[in-house]
């Protein structure tokens, strides 16, 4: 008897685990200038706030990625795990985009509803990419699309 309890018990926590770790999916965690997870890219493409909040996406054209929020507005541009602005500077990154130290991810919100998509407005010329960061913030920079 308490072999079985044990086994199911074991087996409990291995499911458990299994769907805690299969719920972010292959998300890709972003962090702003000083190394703090604000945002992360879900699977879908969708650009989710740490909190949950949909507020932009990812769209490919002529193997360019775009950033577009979801009220139409092209934010930028995702280049190397990296996230620029209409001036060409850094806004969010990967962790192993850039060379800086993160902090420890903390839990996500539960993700809400995504919005529907409006119709996306011609992307600007790319500009020449900088090595600075731009002075708005990752979040501020994403809610612009909401």
């Known amino acids: 008897m308490k072999s079985k309890i044990f086994f199911l018990?074991?087996?409990?926590?291995?499911?458990?685990?299994?769907?805690?770790?299969?719920?972010?999916?292959?998300?890709?965690?972003?962090?702003?200038?000083?190394?703090?997870?604000?945002?992360?890219?879900?699977?879908?493409?969708?650009?989710?706030?740490?909190?949950?909040?949909?507020?932009a996406y990812l769209s490919n054209s002529n193997s360019v990625w775009h950033v577009y929020g979801f009220n139409g507005s092209h934010l930028g541009w995702y280049i190397d795990g990296i996230i620029y602005d209409h001036n060409g500077n850094a806004v969010g990154a990967q962790k192993d985009a850039v060379n800086m130290m993160t902090s420890m991810e903390g839990m996500k919100g539960m993700?809400?509803?995504?919005?529907?998509?409006?119709?996306?407005?011609?992307?600007?010329?790319?500009?020449?990419?900088?090595?600075?960061?731009?002075?708005?913030?990752?979040?501020?920079f994403l809610r612009a699309g909401e």
Not at 26 to 43: C, M, R, V, W
Not at 112 to 131: C, D, G, T
Request: proline share 6%; charged share 25%; hydrophobic share 40%.
């Open 111 to 140: 993700k809400s509803m995504k919005p529907m998509k409006s119709m996306k407005e011609m992307a600007p010329m790319k500009p020449m990419l900088s090595r600075s960061w731009s002075r708005t913030p990752l979040t501020i």
């Open 9 to 55: 018990t074991v087996l409990a926590s291995f499911l458990l685990l299994t769907s805690f770790k299969n719920y972010g999916g292959n998300e890709t965690s972003l962090f702003d200038k000083n190394g703090d997870a604000k945002a992360y890219i879900a699977d879908d493409l969708t650009i989710y706030l740490w909190d949950g909040d949909p507020v």
